[in-house]
């Protein structure tokens, strides 16, 4: 089978990783733990491209994946993420003078990055996306915005803006340079108007092993190299390239080419250097995967109450590799739309803090350093100070 880069259309691939029979949905949970246990699963082979340093699945059957209001993503409810929305709000309002100006914003979700935008310029926003829901908006100021409850494609060409977001999109999408395409008519003859993406940042995984955010939903990893690439494949100028939130995240700011390109690729990396993460990940994810065995071995032999806190990609992850040594009955989540719901493939049943006041767990395995001081406050003001172990 010949592969092919989906970015740049490479020949040059090597197959890396693989994973079987992983759960298809990471963010929608289920009702019962009988039903997450027979959730539908696909494969991951992971491709890395030795042009344009992509990764991607090339077992990714998109006929899987259906987006609808079950689909539960949402990190608004975390302090430490809002108020990185926030100051990412009021800096591209800042740099780009967004005050009663157009924007669209392709894959909005629950609308919240949308809103932020909109009311804090006093701009006029469409979001596209199938799983809004328009119940969960209840700010009277709501009507600075709308959101179609649908993909955004070229059928939708007609509507033009200022400012374009898509965040955390790309990475679910197996023909980027179409998308890429249908961004471009999105922007029309606006010359002036800016494109704001974000994606995960592929380097989080291979270079500081953030492996359980590999998910089936994400047939696509990002390096900067790729992500330049694929703007570059569809006309744009790269004005900004950055890491974002503790290096998790990629985020691009764009424009029409006018060649007088500004490429700030500040955290770019070498082929050579990419090429070598790729080729020691196999045994470096092997090695983490062992001594969380070996962790969970010493848990359960001194008798400790686990609980694992993020109840997102990483989680699930986590907890679906790590089902036959984990033993965890809970995990934790302060998303109240998914209490009381059940871990995609795993099965465990997802809780609010407030349920460790009397569950009283002896170690908690954070997933996303990025929240320890959160997680470690909100345990607090419960009364109860466990051991935090990062996953």
Known sequence: MKLQCPVCASSRVDLFFEMNSIPVFCNVLHASREEALTTTRGDMRLG????????????????????TQTYENSLHFSP??????????????????LHGKDIIEMGCGKGDFLKMICDLGENRGVGFDASF?????TNSNHERFKVIQDFYSSKYSHYHAHFIACRHVLEHIDTPNKFVGDVRMAVGD??????YFEVPNALWTLRDLGVWDLIYEHCSYYTANSLARVFAEGGFDVLRLQEQFGGQFLGIELALRNNKQIDNHAFDISMTELASLVKRFGENYKS???????????LHDEEKRIVTWGGGSKGVTFL?????????????????????MFVAGAGQKVIGPDFLASYKPDAVIVMNPIYIDEIRAMLGSHGLQPELLVA
């Not at 829901?133 to 908006?137: A, I, K, S, T």
């Not at 606006?190 to 494109?195: G, L, Y």
Request: aromatic share 14%; hydrophobic share 40%.
């Open 320 to 340: 679906n590799v790590m089902r036959e040594f984990s033993n965890i009955e809970y995990m934790v989540d302060i998303n109240p739309r998914k209490h009381g």
């Open 288 to 298: 983490k995967v062992e001594m969380w065995q070996g962790t969970f071995d010493k």
């Open 133 to 137: 829901q328009p119940e969960l908006v």
């Open 80 to 97: 430490r993420f809002q108020k990185f929305a926030e100051q990412l709000a009021q800096e591209l309002a800042t740099r780009y003078d």
């Open 190 to 195: 606006k010359h002036d108007a800016i494109i």
């Open 48 to 67: 890395f491209c030795n042009e344009c340093g992509h990764l991607f699945n090339y077992a990714f059957d998109p006929v899987l994946m259906e987006y």
